[in-house]
Structure formats: C-alpha cells, structure tokens
C-alpha cells in the first residue's frame, strides 16, 4: 500500500503538445526551373525542376532552418509570413512523408463559391 507522500510523488505522464508552423512560400518560374523562397526565413532559397519539387525543397530546407534555430536557441521569426498555432490533434505522419497546410490566395470572394 502507497502512503500520501507515495501517490504524490507518483505524476500522471505530461502530454506532448505540438505545434504547427505556418510560413508562407513563394515559388515563381526561373530560367526553366522554379525559384521557392520563405520570406521569414533569411537566406531560405531553393530551386527544383518543378514547381512541386521546389515546394519540397523549400519545405525541407525550412524543417533544417527551425532545428537549427531551435539547437542554437533562437527564436522563431514569428510575423506575417510566420504563424505558430497551438494544435494538439495532429494527425501521426509516417516516417519520411511531409504534413502540409497550404494557404493560396483567391482573386475574389465573389469567384470563391462562399456565398
């Protein structure tokens, strides 16, 4: 049998909470290839055959870009083309796959279908 002290000292496991980045990338044409860059992240630039393999350059090169600030304790560069929300339901991502949450931007609500 535990006494008091015992079961206080005994801490339910913390869960883990995670967070989702948001930044924004821009991919334009270049020279035959595609030019991404993040405009939050200083120095980010990559390029690909296509526009879909430079989004997958751009958003590998940003997952080495925030571990490298997290390792050296810097700070996110939260702003307009960074956000950071508080998300605990995100869905488990095997191993070697990419989660993405895109945002695009839409010439006009009246086109957009919402009424």
Not at 20 to 32: A, N
Not at 43 to 57: F, P
């Amino acid at each position: 049998m535990r006494t008091t002290a015992a079961k206080r000292a005994v801490r339910k496991p913390v869960k883990a909470v995670r967070l989702r980045l948001k930044f924004t990338v821009i991919v334009e044409p270049d020279c035959g290839t595609f030019h991404a860059f993040c405009p939050a992240f200083k120095g980010l630039h990559v390029d690909g055959k296509t526009e879909n393999e430079a989004l997958r350059n751009a958003t590998k090169a940003a997952r080495v870009y925030v571990d490298s600030l997290a390792a050296h304790g810097e700070p996110l560069p939260i702003g307009p083309d960074c956000t950071l929300d508080r998300e605990e339901q995100i869905p488990t991502v095997p191993p070697r796959a990419f989660l993405r949450h895109l945002e695009l931007q839409w010439p006009s609500h009246g086109t957009s279908g919402i009424s």
